[in-house]
């Protein structure tokens, strides 16, 4: 039985949405995948993050990523099901995307 570390999915996931603001190919990916796991809600605030960055530049990607982070934790603790799964939109994203 595998032991899934639940910050460290919504560290890892964070980080790959950070990743993938620049890359639209990547982003319209997440943007599917994920508002399907996580809920309509999800579109908005992915659509939001990349507004944040493009009006405030780069700069702003750790602070998207650490935001990201917080709401993948909470959404992990309410619905700890979803860890295996959001670990592996990371895994495929890692493999589009290395980084």
Do not use: C, K, N
Not at 29 to 53: K, N
Not at 57 to 78: C, F, H, K, M, N
Not at 86 to 94: D, K, N, P, Q
């Amino acid at each position: 039985m595998q032991v899934i570390h639940q910050p460290r999915v919504a560290w890892d996931a964070a980080r790959v949405i950070g990743a993938a603001v620049h890359d639209e190919e990547l982003f319209r990916w997440l943007y599917r995948v994920l508002g399907d796991l996580l809920g309509p809600a999800t579109w908005a605030a992915l659509d939001e993050t990349r507004d944040r960055v493009r009006r405030a530049g780069d700069d702003r990607i750790p602070v998207e990523t650490g935001v990201w982070r917080v709401r993948l934790e909470d959404s992990l603790r309410g619905r700890p099901d979803l860890a295996d799964e959001l670990a592996g939109i990371v895994a495929t994203a890692r493999a589009v995307r290395p980084y």
